[in-house]
């Protein structure tokens, strides 16, 4: 008789785990092991690893950290699990989940099923309209400074199930693998890149900031998404009182406001017409600021809106630039569109969102790039950059579904030189 396993989780469980595991891609672990070599024995690694996780003997190794260049010329620290650590990670978030999501804050956004950036960035648009002043937080390396005592007594006035808390405490305590090689255990924080992370996180964020602005400042909206917030205001004078108030909370948990990146902003526009030294500022990739816009009646006024901030647009350009267009000669100008139209239409979907036409200037940069591509690939464009984009304008009113952005930049009538 096959004796009963302590913990209640079944091979359907890690089966569908390793299914979104498997959809969602990713790299290697600390083990070198890719999802491709995974799959090559999926049936056995499978079976293994539900076989650890029921009994209780599940051992997460050590999460590899990868380092990521900023803009600002700092690095985001990233932790990739192995391959069957992501699967096992899926499995208790899928279990904890719908638990979690029936107490989370309606004005939380990030990494929630049926939510999205694009709703946070429009309900903070709305609010922006209603409210004069914006307190715009930046929490000072969130993820890094998690405490775990906090984070498991949230945890378990949530769930009595043993198997997640055990878990998710070795998940916490598991030791990060450093690019020289060397191991770091780790007391506080739990790694971006992991898959449970975000879930744990929100949870935290949840008590530390959702549910204590709820209670104590019940009449000051805010959008969150992950460890990236905004809280509206009527006046000056409650923006700076809930800075105040907000950095006496944080610290009872162990955070902290980053000082050079919190700031109170003025939401001016053609109707505000007070001074202050701040009147825009960025939320998840977008900047909030005074713009020209069209009303019903074709009168324009200076309304304050989101629109692709200034760091995305540059971060755009870069990868752009690495794509090294102009010495892809070797390639058809279809073959360029079928490797770049899903990083295209990424950028498309997400930055052309609002105020889509301040996406055009960058946009048009990568047909500058494909003029350069046609004075390297036909000898009769050699020398004539306007000569080429002229061609290339004449492909994109004939096929302007080529590139995922040429209807955007070239229909209705918009052709800008691409010289």
Request: with cysteine; glycine share 8%.
């Amino acid at each position: 008789m096959t004796q009963a396993k302590p913990f209640p989780i079944t091979k359907r469980q890690v089966w569908e785990a390793y299914k979104r595991v498997k959809a969602n891609k990713g790299g290697a672990g600390v083990d070198g092991q890719t999802l491709q070599g995974f799959e090559q024995d999926v049936g056995n690694n499978l079976y293994k690893l539900w076989n650890r996780l029921a009994s209780g003997s599940y051992m997460p190794p050590a999460v590899k950290r990868v380092e990521i260049p900023k803009a600002d010329g700092r690095i985001r620290p990233l932790g990739v699990p192995t391959v069957a650590d992501r699967v096992a990670q899926m499995v208790a978030k899928q279990a904890l989940e719908p638990e979690l999501e029936r107490h989370f804050h309606p004005d939380s956004y990030g990494y929630r099923p049926g939510k999205s950036a694009h709703q946070a960035i429009g309900q903070a648009r709305r609010r922006c309209w209603r409210y004069d002043w914006v307190l715009d937080l930046d929490i000072k390396g969130f993820f890094d400074n998690i405490d775990h005592s906090l984070l498991l007594k949230a945890l378990r006035h949530h769930t009595g199930e043993r198997w997640i808390l055990l878990y998710i405490e070795r998940w916490l305590k598991a030791e990060v693998a450093m690019p020289d090689g060397t191991c770091e255990a780790r007391g506080r924080g739990t790694p971006q890149g992991g898959v449970v992370s975000p879930l744990i996180a929100n949870l935290f964020l949840h008590y530390a900031f959702d549910a204590w602005m709820q209670r104590e400042f019940p009449s000051i909206p805010f959008e969150r998404y992950a460890d990236d917030a905004v809280c509206h205001c009527r006046t000056k004078a409650q923006a700076d009182y809930l800075r105040a108030a907000l950095e006496r909370r944080l610290a009872e948990c162990g955070l902290e406001l980053h000082p050079g990146k919190t700031k109170v902003v003025y939401c001016k526009d053609g109707d505000r017409t007070g001074e202050h030294p701040v009147t825009s500022f960025d939320f998840l990739g977008y900047t909030f600021r005074a713009r020209r816009a069209k009303n019903w009646k074709g009168e324009y006024f200076v309304n304050f809106s989101p629109a692709v901030s200034g760091k995305a647009a540059k971060a755009i350009r870069r990868e752009v630039r690495a794509w090294k267009l102009p010495c892809r000669s070797d390639l058809s100008l279809n073959d360029l569109a079928r490797a770049y139209n899903a990083a295209i239409r990424g950028w498309v979907n997400y930055y052309g969102a609002y105020y889509k036409s301040a996406l055009y200037p960058t946009l048009r940069h990568i047909d500058r790039k494909l003029v350069r591509w046609a004075t390297r690939k036909f000898k009769r464009l050699r020398r004539h950059r306007r000569r080429a984009s002229h061609w290339l304008r004449r492909i994109a009113r004939r096929d302007m579904d080529l590139f995922a952005h040429w209807r955007l930049i070239y229909g209705q009538g918009r052709f800008g030189g691409a010289g």
